[in-house]
């Protein structure tokens, strides 16, 4: 009986972990669809602002125009910004950030270029400290779903570091969102700006749905706005390298907004599949532990069955 006791108590302890795993999961997966909200929302201002610098990119030379954030240097240092999150049980998602990061450390070692870091996420603060790495700023505790007020907290901090040239260039690490079971950490290359790489491609938006009780992602391609030269007769009441000097730090702004994004929705994803595998693992050990647990209560049974005609026999 203490064994059926044991089995039973398991039982009941894997049952009570299942409901916290499926409610965490449930959690995840309506922050996933604010995140995705969130992307769409913040879509129109970045399609707008892409085609505002496209149509001043074909009026002007941005080779001619002597604009700091376009100015390339010879590396000697760079800046390391890194997204993590601030919690685990989401899988793999943080250790594969901070494997990506480590990669690129040893990269710029081996070429003797030095590196700072800015880390976004408790999880690489508290990784990158405890091996005393060289930290610039750290930014912990953000919201759930990223803002632009926190987005442009970041990016004063990377131009500060750009512009005063204490940094020669700025790489940007995050988890790029690919579907609720994959995603994937690429470097990018922030400061400084690409003047080629302004015009926006294509893009997709993923939909999370549900159908028959399971979630499915969808995805389909974002209605980009054709970008459209500015009119030839268009006069500028401001020189046109000023408003491209006041447009450029709005875009890296939104570059990193839609980054934070994308590495929430990854996170949010991961954790999702994690608490839905862990609440699959914790259906089988259920039905594992029930079985045993029918078996020890047979085998029970059995002996009491076979003590009582024991005993009758010996009654005779």
Same mark, same amino acid.
């Given at each position: 009986?203490?064994?059926?006791?044991?089995?039973?108590?398991?039982?009941?302890?894997?049952?009570?972990?299942?409901?916290?795993?499926?409610?965490?999961?449930?959690?995840?997966?309506?922050?996933? %669809? &604010? !995140?995705? $909200?969130?992307?769409?929302?913040?879509?129109?201002?970045?399609?707008?602002?892409?085609? #505002? +610098?496209? *149509?001043?990119?074909?009026?002007?030379?941005?080779?001619?125009?002597?604009?700091?954030?376009?100015?390339?240097?010879?590396?000697?240092?760079?800046?390391?910004?890194?997204?993590?999150?601030?919690?685990?049980?989401?899988?793999?998602?943080?250790?594969?950030?901070? %494997? &990506? !990061?480590? $990669?690129?450390?040893?990269?710029?070692?081996?070429?003797?270029?030095?590196?700072?870091? #800015? +880390?976004? *996420?408790?999880?690489?603060?508290?990784?990158?400290?405890?091996?005393?790495?060289?930290?610039?700023?750290?930014?912990?505790?953000?919201?759930?779903?990223?803002?632009?007020?926190?987005?442009?907290?970041?990016?004063?901090?990377?131009?500060?570091?750009?512009?005063?040239?204490?940094?020669?260039?700025?790489?940007?690490?995050?988890?790029?969102?690919?579907?609720?079971?994959?995603?994937?950490?690429?470097?990018?290359?922030?400061?400084?700006?690409?003047?080629?790489?302004?015009?926006?491609?294509?893009?997709?938006?993923?939909?999370?749905?549900?159908?028959?009780?399971?979630?499915?992602?969808?995805?389909?391609?974002?209605?980009?706005?054709?970008?459209?030269?500015?009119?030839?007769?268009?006069?500028?009441?401001?020189?046109?390298?000023?408003?491209?000097?006041?447009?450029?730090?709005?875009?890296?702004?939104?570059?990193?907004?839609?980054?934070?994004?994308?590495?929430?929705?990854?996170?949010?994803?991961?954790?999702?599949?994690?608490?839905?595998?862990?609440?699959?693992?914790?259906?089988?050990?259920?039905?594992?532990?029930?079985?045993?647990?029918?078996?020890?209560?047979?085998?029970?049974?059995?002996?009491?069955?076979?003590?009582?005609?024991?005993?009758?026999?010996?009654?005779?």
């Amino acid at each position: 009986m203490a064994n059926l006791k044991f089995i039973r108590d398991r039982i009941q302890s894997v049952k009570n972990t299942k409901k916290i795993t499926e409610a965490m999961r449930l959690v995840a997966a309506a922050k996933v %669809r &604010r !995140a995705q $909200e969130q992307v769409i929302a913040t879509r129109p201002f970045a399609d707008r602002l892409a085609q #505002v +610098l496209f *149509g001043l990119q074909t009026r002007l030379k941005f080779e001619e125009a002597d604009l700091p954030l376009l100015k390339q240097r010879q590396v000697k240092k760079v800046a390391l910004l890194v997204i993590t999150g601030d919690r685990g049980l989401c899988g793999g998602y943080n250790s594969s950030i901070i %494997r &990506r !990061a480590e $990669e690129r450390i040893q990269d710029l070692k081996k070429e003797g270029i030095e590196y700072t870091l #800015v +880390l976004v *996420g408790r999880k690489a603060t508290q990784y990158f400290q405890r091996r005393e790495q060289p930290i610039s700023e750290t930014y912990v505790g953000l919201e759930q779903v990223p803002t632009a007020a926190e987005a442009a907290k970041i990016s004063d901090e990377l131009l500060s570091l750009f512009l005063s040239e204490t940094v020669d260039r700025v790489e940007l690490i995050y988890t790029r969102f690919v579907s609720l079971v994959n995603s994937r950490p690429v470097i990018q290359t922030l400061l400084p700006l690409d003047p080629q790489g302004l015009e926006t491609p294509d893009d997709e938006i993923f939909r999370l749905t549900t159908r028959g009780g399971q979630f499915k992602v969808e995805r389909e391609k974002a209605p980009a706005e054709k970008l459209q030269d500015l009119p030839q007769d268009m006069i500028f009441e401001q020189n046109p390298v000023d408003i491209l000097d006041a447009l450029l730090p709005l875009y890296l702004n939104n570059q990193l907004l839609r980054a934070l994004q994308e590495a929430t929705a990854s996170e949010l994803a991961a954790r999702m599949t994690a608490m839905n595998n862990a609440s699959d693992n914790a259906s089988s050990l259920i039905s594992a532990l029930t079985l045993s647990y029918n078996k020890a209560r047979q085998a029970a049974i059995t002996q009491e069955l076979l003590e009582v005609v024991g005993g009758a026999e010996a009654l005779k």
